[in-house]
């Protein structure tokens, strides 16, 4: 079992920015396909970044040039750095990381953490 612990959510004005990290309870990062999602309030959960094995990333089209996810594997650690923030980016931010394996699918997330941008 893994515990993924997200923190750095807060509220911020816009083109501000913010840092999140998702702290892992052991080292899986650099087998874990991992992810940032979000929700926002009445919305459906979204995939807004992935990274697999710190090589391939994937950013959705609305946070392509504002968010960088990024890896250090010796702190157990994900980060999503959010800039130039807007409202529509408010929601609630979920770390995910995920193995599928012929014997099982590994899919963890964290408990959350809110993002409010408002001026």
């Avoid at 959960?45 to 392509?64: F, I, M, Q």
């Avoid at 929601?91 to 899919?107: F, G, L, P, S």
């Avoid at 408990?111 to 001026?119: F, I, L, N």
């Amino acid at each position: 079992q893994v515990q993924l612990v997200e923190s750095g959510g807060g509220l911020v004005q816009p083109g501000g920015s913010l840092r999140l990290s998702c702290a892992a309870s052991r080292s899986i990062f650099s087998i874990y396909a991992v992810g940032w999602h979000r929700q926002a309030q009445g919305k459906q959960r979204e995939l807004v970044a992935s990274s697999t094995n710190g090589v391939s990333t994937y950013y959705a089209d609305s946070v392509k040039g504002r968010f960088t996810i990024s890896t250090d594997n010796a702190k157990n650690t994900v980060y999503l750095q959010m800039n130039s923030l807007k409202p529509e980016d408010t929601a609630v931010y979920y770390c995910n990381a995920r193995r599928v394996t012929i014997e099982k699918d590994y899919n963890y997330w964290g408990q959350g953490t809110q993002v409010t941008v408002s001026s």
